[in-house]
């Protein structure tokens, strides 16, 4: 069964850290390119960083940039994003998602884990 689960959302004061992971099971891991997104209520989902099946090509959205790391273990099936100096306006419930390595299209999503800033 093919699953996608990410953990390490909460509540944090603006200014504080916090490390999302995702953790995947049931395809080959290795194959996939992953990314993490976020949603707020009433907004599009918006992609905050990628990253590529081997991990060495790496994306960032531009507000992103200088404060998130997206990383990824292929030995344990898990893809993190480690998320610095963060906003109020980084409150979002946080997926990750996984597609194919040729493919534009993520397959795989996991239910998401609630990040809130607070000031």
């Known amino acids: 069964q093919v699953q996608l689960a990410e953990s390490g959302g909460g509540l944090v004061q603006a200014g504080e850290s916090l490390r999302l992971s995702c953790a995947a099971s049931g395809f080959t891991f290795n194959r996939y390119a992953v990314a993490w997104f976020r949603q707020v209520p009433g907004k599009e989902r918006e992609v905050v960083a990628g990253?590529?099946?081997?991990?060495?090509?790496?994306s960032y959205a531009d507000d992103a940039k200088g404060r998130f790391i997206i990383s990824r273990d292929n030995a344990k099936n898990t893809a993190y994003l480690q998320m610095n100096s963060l906003k109020v306006e980084d409150t979002a419930v946080y997926y990750c998602?996984?597609?194919?390595?040729?493919?534009?299209?993520?397959?795989?999503w996991g239910k998401g884990t609630l990040v809130n800033v607070s000031s």
């Open positions: 990253i590529s099946r081997s991990g060495d090509r790496l």
């Open positions: 998602a996984a597609r194919l390595y040729y493919s534009d299209t993520y397959e795989y």
